[in-house]
């Protein structure tokens, strides 16, 4: 069956250009996550969906990013005038309701800014 | 709040002998759930075992258990008669109960290598 899916895979910009990542969870699943994973290092949590709505942003690093969910599937996130600290690999995953469910998680993008 | 802490950053064993990966956790939740993750050099994240906080026996899934100990809060990943391909990191993740979903938090992480 599908699984996560995440695009681009790979994304190289140039500091000060706005990027933006796509994820498409899992068909039914109402939970949807972002983690970023810097080289070698544990996952941050960014933020987490339950069906559109965003419970808890806390996550998210500065104003420069942010991220929406439509219609209850497909989240996208932004982050504008990147810089190269940004650069990471970002992870989606997905979950059904409750918290015995676990994370079904993307292949990721990894972001190079240059 | 909640805490979730691997204090080994990174761990060497013989191929074929047991392992045991620290987690512990902190959370003022009665209701919870532990997660294990396992990843690959591919990156791909591999969920391998769930603990819930009210389970009273430790789970386990093949050669995977969770050593939980509630009441020292920790949730702890033995891998038994470990193979080459056991060789990754591995995070703990903790969910606290919430309306329907809610964060979820790792570890920082233990990278296990398996010597041959």
């Known amino acids: 069956g599908a699984g996560v899916s995440q695009s681009p895979s790979n994304k190289v910009t140039e500091k000060g250009k706005d990027v933006e990542l796509r994820c498409d969870p899992i068909?039914?699943?109402?939970?949807l996550y972002w983690y970023r994973q810097s080289l070698g290092q544990g996952l941050e949590f960014l933020i987490y969906?339950?069906?559109?709505?965003?419970?808890?942003k806390s996550g998210l690093p500065s104003d420069r990013f942010s991220a929406e969910r439509t219609g209850g599937s497909v989240s996208t996130l932004t982050i504008q005038r990147t810089q190269q600290e940004d650069s990471a690999v970002y992870l989606c995953a997905s979950s059904l309701a409750g918290y015995n469910s676990p994370l079904h998680f993307g292949n990721g993008t990894r972001l190079t800014v240059t | 709040a909640q805490k979730i802490t691997q204090t080994q950053p990174g761990m060497f064993v013989q191929e074929k002998e047991a392992v045991t990966l620290d987690c512990t956790y902190d959370?003022?939740?009665?209701?919870?759930?532990l997660f294990w993750y396992k990843q690959p050099s591919s990156g791909e994240m591999i969920f391998l075992i769930y603990q819930g906080s009210y389970d009273e026996q430790n789970a386990t899934e093949g050669r995977y258990s969770l050593n939980f100990q509630k009441a020292r809060k920790s949730a702890n990943l033995v891998i038994s008669a470990s193979q080459l391909g056991d060789s990754a990191m591995y995070f703990c993740a903790m969910r606290n109960s919430g309306s329907s979903a809610s964060k979820i938090i790792f570890g920082s992480g233990t990278r296990l290598s398996i010597r041959p």
């Open positions: 959370t003022s939740d009665q209701s919870y759930g």
């Open positions: 068909s039914g699943h109402t939970a």
């Open positions: 969906f339950q069906g559109n709505s965003a419970p808890d």
